[in-house]
C-alpha cells in the first residue's frame, strides 16, 4: 500500500512564504512524475506545478516565478516552496504521484489527503 501524505500547511499573510512538503511511503519501487493541485472552495481541482524524475519542472502560469516545485529522490518526498503569497492563493493543496510499486507491475497514479492554505490580505 503506498500513502502519500503532506505537511506544512497554515495561515500566513499576504506577501508571505510557505513550504509544502508530501513524503510518499509504503510498497514503492520507482516514483516517476510528481505534482501539485489545489482546490480552492467552490471551485474545481486544478494542476499548480509538475516535476519528473528526472527534475524537469513545470508550473501554472498565475504561480510561475513566485512557486518553486523540487523533489529529493531518496526520501520520496516533493515539495512547494511559496513565496508572494496571494490571497487568491487560498486552497487545499493535493499532493500527486506516478508510482510504480513493483518490478514488473504498472504504474498507479495516487493523490494525498490534502494541507490547507490560508492567506489573508
Known amino acids: 500500500q503506498v500513502q502519500l501524505v503532506e505537511s506544512g500547511g497554515g495561515l500566513v499573510q499576504s506577501g508571505g512564504s510557505l513550504r509544502l512538503s508530501c513524503a510518499a511511503s509504503g510498497n514503492i519501487f520507482r516514483i516517476n512524475a510528481m505534482a501539485w493541485y489545489r482546490q480552492a472552495p467552490g471551485k474545481q481541482r486544478e494542476w499548480v506545478a509538475g516535476i519528473a524524475s528526472g527534475g524537469s519542472t513545470n508550473y501554472k502560469d498565475s504561480v510561475k516565478d513566485r512557486f518553486t516545485i523540487s523533489r529529493d529522490n531518496a526520501k520520496n518526498t516533493v515539495y512547494l516552496q511559496m513565496n508572494s503569497l496571494k490571497p487568491e492563493d487560498t486552497a487545499v493543496y493535493y499532493c500527486?504521484?506516478?508510482?510504480?510499486?513493483?518490478?514488473?507491475?504498472?504504474?498507479?497514479?495516487?493523490w494525498g489527503q490534502g494541507t490547507q492554505v490560508t492567506v489573508s490580505s
Open positions: 500527486n504521484a506516478d508510482i510504480k510499486p513493483w518490478p514488473l507491475g504498472k504504474e498507479y497514479n495516487y
